[in-house]
């Protein structure tokens, strides 16, 4: 069974958001709706969300809600399985819906390779465990990823199959191993910078998406560490 996926892009971070649905029941599941977040003013919209809702509500779709690891459920006439997908993140959550799958921030393109394993909870041993329980699915299966950040002008790029990862996915592609495979993670997350929203983007996580309870005053607050982690 194939579900109607539609993908919405997020250039300020390269995040990717996905509506699928059951075509005959039209019963659907939204993944990964993010903030805008205006740096400038700290300030903090739903442009985002509001855009996956008005296509909600144009497709008349009936949205079910979030599951539990291991379930397996039916979206309309389409079976779902949760997977756990540790690694990048220790909350890493992969959703394989009939035909397709959605592997979050385990997968890049297979270009790009795979995703970091240096954030809290973060760890090679597991995002190698989790991306070999995705690479064993069927072949076929089209494999839907959690950001993509393409040149200026070019059109972000979000699903690839298990088979064309294992043929050329630099990071994991048939023939790496596992220790070769977390001494190339470990090499290149030597390298990288923090990104510039991970600290809001943590406690937001942390509330399950939403924004940390109202103080005193009747705002709500995002707290700053000051000189906690490397500047690199």
């Known amino acids: 069974m194939s579900p109607i996926i539609r993908a919405f892009f997020g250039s300020p971070t390269g ?4 509506v699928f649905h059951c075509a005959a029941k039209r019963t659907a599941t939204i993944l990964d709706p993010v903030w805008n977040i205006h740096r400038e003013a700290e300030a903090i919209t ?15 779709l009936k949205v079910l809600g979030v599951f539990s690891e291991d379930e397996e459920f039916m979206l309309g006439e389409i079976p779902v399985c949760v997977m756990f997908s540790p690694g990048h993140k220790l909350a890493a959550t992969t959703y394989v819906v009939g035909d397709a799958a959605f592997v979050h921030d385990t997968l890049m393109m297979p270009e790009s390779g795979t995703s ?7 760890s090679a041993k597991d995002l190698w465990n989790s991306l070999r329980a995705i690479l064993d699915l069927s072949s076929d299966t089209r494999l839907y990823i959690g950001h993509d950040y393409p040149d200026s002008g070019a059109a972000p790029e979000y699903m690839a199959t298990v088979a064309e990862h294992r043929l050329r996915n630099r990071h994991v592609k048939d023939g790496i191993g596992k220790a070769e495979f977390i001494a190339t993670r470990a090499a290149r997350d030597a390298t990288l910078t923090l990104p510039e929203r991970m600290l809001a983007a943590l406690q937001v996580n942390i509330w399950g998406g939403r924004l940390p309870e109202p103080e005193a005053d009747g705002h709500s607050y995002l707290k700053i560490p000051v000189g906690k982690f490397d500047p690199r």
């Open 46 to 60: 739903t442009q985002a969300s509001d855009e996956i809702l008005a296509y909600v509500a144009t497709e008349n």
């Open 15 to 18: 995040s990717l958001q996905y």
């Open 116 to 122: 970091r394993a240096d954030f809290p909870g973060g």
